[in-house]
Structures are given as structure tokens and as C-alpha cells.
């Protein structure tokens, strides 16, 4: 049943073979990607191919709803590697828009484990019920909720230790918080970057 994704394979690697016959050699001696990516695990949502990257160049832990929880060991073990051992220059927190993690937190079914996982969103759609209430399509209100947990995450990341012990040596370092749009193909820069203390300080604010 697999036979078509092998063959895909393939094909993919004689692509790559054909336009650069040293890419698969280089890409084994090493690893030294800038950038790490957290995001969804949507299948509609594929990290290299949105911002043009090649293997090697963007390392990427995904889950649903592009969380970034203090608690899991998961995600914590890519941030340190990251960070400490690859020397990561950016982490990009990027949600999407129509994000069905988002919606399933706040809709008010039941779905088991899952519910655990998304109980941070409902914490972010507490906090800002206001504003969200405020608006009147479910469809914007969600986005909006799906920007709003970037934000959130974005906190996260840059409140954890490995990162601040990064910026008290002197690493650079930056966090961002980015939305995927499935409607354009386009990234929209939440504009909630923190490279430092200051900056963390001023997003919570």
C-alpha cells in the first residue's frame, strides 16, 4: 500500500541527486540549522516547504495546536538541543489560521486525552474572553484565539531557562511568533519578538 510514497522517495532523492551531487553527503556530516520551528501538527501546515528550506537548515518539533507547555518533557528535550547543542540563532512559534486544535479546546466536547493537552488554550480564551467575546463571527473570534496562543507560547519559550540561561551568556537569540495562513500560503508576523529580558518583560506587559 505504501508502494507510491517509496517511489516518491525515490524520485526525490534522484531530484536532489540531479541538481546538487554533494547535497546527501553534506547533509550526513552535519547538522547546524539557525532556526527552530514549533508548530502544529496539521498536515496542511509543512515546515520547510512555507519558508523554503532545505533539510538540514530548520529543526522542527510539532504538536497539536503548537504548544509549547513547561511541563512537557517533549518539547523541552528539542528546546535545550536546540539551544545548547545546535546553537539555534531564532525559534519560530507558528500557529494557523482555521486551526482545528483551537476550536476543538474551546467547543466544549468532550474528546479524552486531547482535552489535557488543549487545557492552555482555554486558559488564553479565559484570559482574553473580553476581547474575544467581542467578536462577532466564530471564525474571526478563533483566529484571533489561534494568534493569542502564539503569543502565549511565545512567552513560554522565551520564560524558559534554557533560553534566558542562552541570553545571560551572551547567545543570540530570538523568539517569534509567527500565524500560517491555509487560505494565501503567507506567514503573518505577529510582531511579539523577544530577544532579551526587555523584550519578555514588555510582552507580558
Not at 508502494?3 to 522517495?9: A, I, T
Not at 467578536?135 to 503569543?151: D, F, P, Q, S, Y
Request: aromatic letters at 6%; proline letters at 3%.
Amino acid at each position: 500500500m505504501l508502494d507510491e510514497l517509496k517511489q516518491n522517495n525515490r524520485d526525490w532523492s534522484a531530484r536532489k541527486v540531479a541538481a546538487d551531487p554533494g547535497f546527501f553527503q553534506r547533509l550526513e556530516g552535519q547538522q547546524a540549522p539557525e532556526y527552530l520551528w514549533i508548530g502544529c501538527s496539521d498536515s496542511r501546515v509543512p515546515a520547510n516547504e512555507i519558508v523554503g528550506l532545505d533539510p538540514g537548515e530548520l529543526f522542527v518539533h510539532r504538536n497539536v495546536a503548537n504548544l509549547a507547555p513547561p511541563q512537557d518533557a517533549n518539547y523541552l528535550s528539542v528546546l535545550q538541543f536546540a539551544v545548547d547543542v545546535l546553537k539555534i540563532k531564532h525559534v519560530m512559534v507558528v500557529g494557523h489560521y482555521g486551526c482545528g486544535g483551537v476550536a476543538a479546546a474551546v467547543d466544549g466536547q468532550r474528546r479524552g486525552l486531547v482535552d489535557h493537552w488543549l487545557h492552555p488554550i482555554r486558559e488564553v480564551a479565559h484570559d482574553h474572553r473580553h476581547e474575544l467575546d467581542a467578536i462577532g463571527a466564530e471564525a474571526e473570534r478563533l483566529n484571533r484565539l489561534c494568534e493569542l496562543n502564539v503569543i502565549r507560547q511565545v512567552r513560554n519559550v522565551a520564560s524558559d531557562v534554557f533560553v534566558q540561561d542562552a541570553w545571560a551568556r551572551g547567545q543570540s537569540l530570538c523568539v517569534h511568533g509567527w500565524v500560517y495562513s491555509l487560505h494565501t500560503g503567507l506567514v503573518n508576523d505577529l510582531g511579539v519578538t523577544v530577544g532579551g529580558l526587555q523584550d519578555l518583560d514588555r510582552l507580558a506587559r
